[in-house]
């Protein structure tokens, strides 16, 4: 049982600690397909059209219906024209 005391503190003191509380939302880089037609200019169509060819970077859970983009890979796909 101390084991599980140990790593039940361990987590309750790393939840609690200041690192969490720092994160905000613009530090994220994933957005989703509203945003990504915003940064790109493409129509929402138009970027499921791109995914489902491969044509640019996108990030889909496996299994998930739902698909993520991140900014620097759109950002770098936009600059450079790379996948």
Do not use: C
């Amino acid at each position: 049982m101390e084991l599980h005391s140990i790593i039940q503190r361990a987590v309750t003191e790393a939840l609690n600690s200041n690192a969490t509380a720092n994160f905000k939302k613009a530090d994220f880089d994933l957005v989703g397909i509203n945003e990504a037609s915003s940064l790109t200019g493409y129509s929402k169509h138009t970027l499921y059209k791109m995914t489902s060819k491969h044509e640019i970077p996108f990030i889909k859970r496996p299994g998930g219906r739902k698909i993520f983009f991140s900014k620097k890979a759109l950002h770098h796909w936009i600059e450079f024209g790379e996948n």
